[in-house]
């Protein structure tokens, strides 16, 4: 395509573009699962507990599948959660329906943004979570409910009681009319992140869910307290984590917002140092390519950087000394090889 967009927001933007009025209005109103197959089928919709979604690789109660069925894709959702989620759910996966289908080009630019295969699915879930967040959340009550003051907790609040959507939707419709570098991270226990949205400042550095926090930091006691211009880490234990100040508000035992911005909110000239990232602080190396470093990129399920040689992270580690396919016994494997150190020699 002719215009390379290369940002969260503008890619939202043109998905958007492939919603009408009729089907925005229905989306907002009407039964989710209806409304998507009348103006976007067909799709088969499947409602299960949220126990029997653990497959998925999604970020909400649901998945997408285009595989289950030669004719249709599939949208799977969880039923036993709230309503608000649900919508919320339906429309993240709907987004991934357009990206799979009318939409499709924006994959490139998804692709370009991401940097690596594991980046453009993190920069996916973004736009998906924008796009539903936008649904639901229209510009013109963010608007009215936070005008041009210095974005804070009790806006996610607000929104949420006067809007039919979900946290989730309401954070992301914040955290994308910030300025700057920001987020807005809702919180429902004392050592996880529940959900994190981050400002187009930010772009793809998505916080996902479930990621532990600082058990020193504001987050970690968002639940017990409100608190204002609190230094804070964004991404704390993953790669290239951001310093950031952070304003907390409990809304009930289960559940805390907070907001997360480079500048305190407090009018302070505070400065806060950047944190180091975790993979500086070890060394490792490529069991494929001995000797050479992982240096580059980043893997957030092992924690680790990627070999340059072969691109492999940690979650690639060859299996100390597995039954060989050819003899069968318990024998050495030298690195990268694919029978015993003795089948080799075997076969010379």
């Known amino acids: 395509m002719g215009d390379r967009r290369t940002n969260l927001n503008s890619i939202t933007t043109a998905l958007l573009a492939h919603i009408g009025s009729d089907a925005e209005a229905d989306l907002q109103t009407e039964d989710p699962s209806v ?53 919320f759910t339906i429309l993240h996966e709907l987004g991934h329906h357009l990206l799979a289908t009318t939409a499709a080009a924006l994959l490139d630019d998804l692709d370009q943004l991401g940097g690596s295969s594991e980046g453009a699915i993190q920069a996916e879930e973004a736009v998906c979570h924008r796009f539903a967040g936008h649904l639901l959340v229209p510009d013109r009550a963010i608007h009215e409910t936070i005008g041009t003051a210095r974005i804070a907790p009790e806006h996610v609040r607000r929104l949420h009681d006067s809007s039919g959507a979900s946290w989730e939707a309401v ?12 987020a807005v991270v809702l919180i429902r226990d004392s050592a996880t992140v529940s959900f994190s949205a981050a400002s187009p400042g930010l772009g793809a550095a998505w ?10 930091g504001p987050l970690a006691r968002a639940l017990s307290s409100r608190q204002t211009a609190r230094p804070e880490t964004y991404r704390y234990g993953l790669g290239y984590p951001k310093a950031m100040f952070c304003d907390t508000l409990p809304v009930h035992e289960q559940l805390a917002i907070a907001v997360l911005s480079e500048i305190p909110s407090d009018g302070s000239l505070s400065i806060i140092d950047e944190p180091e990232p975790a993979w500086r602080d070890r060394v490792e190396f490529c069991e494929w390519h001995p000797g050479t470093e992982r240096d580059i990129g ?19 580690k060859p299996i100390k000394n597995p039954l060989c396919p050819a003899c069968g016994l318990l024998n050495s494997f030298r690195p990268g090889a694919t029978v015993c150190r003795d089948c080799e020699q075997d076969q010379r």
């Open 35 to 87: 409304a998507v197959e009348m103006y976007f089928g067909p799709i088969a919709f499947q409602a299960l507990p949220s126990r029997e979604l653990s497959r998925s690789d999604c970020s909400t109660d649901g998945y997408y599948d285009p595989h289950i069925d030669p004719i249709l894709p599939w949208i799977i959702y969880a039923d036993d959660v709230h309503e608000r989620r649900v919508r």
């Open 171 to 182: 954070a992301i419709r914040v955290a994308e009319a910030m300025s700057g570098q920001g």
């Open 207 to 216: 916080w996902p869910r479930g990621s532990r926090l600082d058990s020193n």
């Open 298 to 316: 980043w893997c957030d399920k092992c924690k680790g950087r990627r070999c340059p040689e072969c691109g492999r992270c940690g979650c690639d």
